[in-house]
T-cell receptor
Framework: AQSVTQPDIHITVSEGASLELRCNYS??????LFWYVQSPGQGLQLLLK??????LVQGIKGFEAEFKRSQSSFNLRKPSVHWSDAAEYFC????????????FGTGTRLKVLA | EPEVTQTPSHQVTQMGQEVILRCVPI?????FYWYRQILGQKVEFLVS????????KSEIFDDQFSVERPDGSNFTLKIRSTKLEDSAMYFC???????????FGQGTRLTVV
């Protein structure tokens, strides 16, 4: 079955520190992969996406993610976290078989310490 | 201008009442979706809609739910007789093509009391 796993429910980092949020997926074909961010009371904003090509993708707000097929992973990284990055982050797979839809992970809540 | 606008942002309704959640995507979107997020849980797929008909629905999308695009712009989700467990954030999403990124609205927080 198709699924997305975000093993870390909560992560706390200090401002200026580096960040890596983990995402593993289970999907039979080559997936379309996304990271979305949700600030409190807000909707889902697309950070970045991977469809094909270069496995290291750059997104908005200084985020990047690397697709590793051998590990079925699509981890999100940022070299230096800002206090405004505190939010919930969702990894998602876009299914390409049958009707297109997203399967989301359970999310990782990021807290940033000043 | 946001790609997708949802109204209302928050709705409180009594159990058993009907609610209609509205979504207005920009005009070049062709594929539409509803997702929901129960507080503290993950975002779940409800239904996809294309060419004025449902493409796929999840097991959550039972007979109490319906969707329509009555006037070619608004895309609505109706819950006929709300239950307490329908309390959630409901997200509308839209995309211009299949297999591309979807743009999400800000969500409607539905509280059933």
């Amino acid at each position: 079955a198709q699924s997305v796993t975000q093993p870390d429910i909560h992560i706390t980092v200090s401002e200026g520190a580096s960040l890596e949020l983990r995402c593993n997926y289970s999907y039979g074909a080559t997936p379309y992969l996304f990271w979305y961010v949700q600030s409190p009371g807000q909707g889902l904003q697309l950070l970045l996406k991977y469809f094909s090509g270069d496995t290291l993708v750059q997104g908005i707000k200084g985020f990047e993610a690397e697709f590793k097929r051998s590990q079925s992973s699509f981890n999100l990284r940022k070299p230096s976290v800002h206090w405004s990055d505190a939010a919930e982050y969702f990894c998602a797979v876009g299914t390409t078989s049958g009707t297109y839809k997203y399967i989301f992970g359970t999310g990782t809540r990021l807290k940033v310490l000043a | 201008e946001p790609e997708v606008t949802q109204t209302p942002s928050h709705q409180v309704t009594q159990m058993g009442q009907e609610v209609i959640l509205r979504c207005v995507p920009i005009s070049n979107h062709l594929y539409f979706y509803w997702y929901r997020q129960i507080l503290g849980q993950k975002v779940e797929f409800l239904v996809s809609f294309y060419n004025n008909e449902i493409s796929e629905k999840s097991e959550i999308f039972d007979d109490q739910f319906s969707v329509e695009r009555p006037d070619g712009s608004n895309f609505t989700l109706k819950i006929r007789s709300t239950k307490l467990e329908d309390s959630a954030m409901y997200f509308c999403a839209a995309s211009t093509e299949m297999n591309t990124e979807a743009f999400f609205g800000q969500g409607t927080r539905l509280t059933v009391v």
